[in-house]
């Protein structure tokens, strides 16, 4: 674990040879193979103060430590709203049953939608004073949702933004609003070397701690770089590199190296990171950090074939996960342990 950690001093300064964003890399219209993982309970972040995992009462007790045996379940619907049409950012209610709420990806206003897991629109909920240069990705985290500005195609953004706002109130029953609601928090970063492009974001829900993992379609090292709390809103925050995921050859194997999404599971014991192709799941141990978990061998867990998946979501019982590909009305797919 610690070899591969310090891998990173070899590939970082390489990172620059990285460049162009990659589509999708002829996606199987099968589901891929699952091999290892486990699911989770609940937990609540708000601005925490730093800590490691071990002193944040995070338990991974009930989560199996091999890999989960994962099925595709049988009804795929599809997503009502027409103007979710770039799906970048997926993520489960934690405070209300068969709720997801998602977001497009650049060119759109700083709106989240929410929408039954059957894909009916229930509204769409406008964040007062964001803004959307170029949204990737999202994660809840107790009741808080955090949305990642992170997207950086020409790697030329001086800064990048996460923003946290408390989840709104929503039911799985209500007729479709549009609705604006205030902004908890405005988190501006800065890399420690240089720009990077980025479309996966994960938050501990143990400790608060905001983590980006960039997006390498040339090599497939993806660094993992560390929010450093406690968080400072309105304030530029340098990040810190604390891992990295090497998706391609020598590494993973992925057929697609881009990361595009990724998730951390409710009780935090469970790490997902996809690329268009491929998914991956990380196993984590009651007192581990999540950088530390990131450095361990993951299993690979299913996709379906989508013509641009960006999104993977675990459900809020942990006993699942759900994507969506960006496109007009595209289908919601749902994987659970068996």
């Known amino acids: 674990m610690l070899g591969r950690f310090a891998l990173i001093l070899s590939v970082i300064h390489c990172a620059a040879a990285c460049g162009g964003d990659a589509g999708p890399v002829g996606a199987d219209a099968d589901v891929r193979g699952a091999r290892d993982g486990g699911p989770i309970a609940d937990s609540r972040t708000d601005t925490m103060a730093a800590g490691d995992a071990s002193e944040s009462g995070f338990d991974a007790g009930t989560a199996p430590r091999t890999c989960p045996d994962v099925a595709r379940a049988s009804a795929a619907p599809r997503i009502e709203s027409t103007e979710l049409v770039e799906t970048s950012g997926l993520a489960a209610s934690r405070r209300h049953a068969d709720v997801l709420w998602a977001h497009n990806d650049s060119g759109d206003t700083p709106r989240l939608f929410a929408m039954r897991t059957d894909g009916r629109h229930l509204g769409v909920y406008r964040l007062a004073g964001a803004r959307a240069a170029d949204w990737e990705?999202?994660?809840i985290a107790g009741d808080q949702i955090y949305v990642g500005d992170i997207g950086d195609n020409g790697r030329a953004r001086p800064r990048i933004v996460v923003y946290r706002v408390t989840e709104p109130d929503v039911s799985a029953d209500q007729a479709p609003v549009d609705v604006e609601v205030p902004l908890?928090?405005?988190l501006p970063m800065v890399y420690p070397d240089r720009a990077h492009d980025a479309e996966t974001l994960l938050v501990d829900p143990a400790t608060g701690e905001i983590y980006v993992v960039t997006k390498s379609p040339g090599d497939g090292v993806s660094l993992v770089f560390r929010y450093p709390l406690p968080e400072r809103p309105d304030v530029e925050v340098t990040l810190e590199l604390v891992s990295m995921i090497a998706f391609g050859a020598g590494g993973l194997g992925a057929a697609s190296v881009a990361a595009t999404a990724g998730d951390v599971s409710?009780?935090?014991?469970?790490?997902?990171?996809?690329?268009?192709?491929?998914?991956?799941?990380?196993?984590r141990s009651a007192g581990m950090a999540l950088a530390e978990a990131l450095a361990s061998d993951p299993c690979e867990i299913p996709l379906a074939g989508e013509p641009q998946g960006e999104t993977i979501a675990f459900d809020a019982d942990g006993l699942g996960y759900r994507t969506i590909s960006e496109g007009t009305r595209p289908t919601v797919f749902a994987f659970g342990w068996r």
């Open 137 to 139: 990705d999202m994660e």
């Open 184 to 186: 908890g928090a405005a």
């Open 266 to 283: 409710p009780a935090g014991d469970l790490i997902a990171v996809r690329t268009y192709t491929d998914a991956y799941l990380w196993h």
